[in-house]
């Protein structure tokens, strides 16, 4: 595989393709991966590392807040906020 390289992302062509998204020409914005669990934190890290150990993020539920966010115009809190609400069975799992 090899990444096909797109012009670079900019707010006026994330702009151009809010109105039209037909015309976007240039690449996603990045997001930084953040790593959260290694080793040690793993086994010194308390209810915090369990919690992580537990967690589990489908791909539907990234999708279903990523849509509150694209589609309904929601904040990343808000959609997060909404996506508790309505999951409780989902994210009590996760609970040490």
Known sequence: MVEVKLPAYTDACAAKGEKDPESIDCAYPTTPLRKYLNADFAREGGKAAAFLK???WTK???NEVAEMIASDGLSAQDAAEKWVKEHPDVWRK???
């Open 54 to 56: 537990k967690f589990r």
């Open 60 to 62: 539907e539920d990234q």
């Open 94 to 96: 996760w609970l040490p």
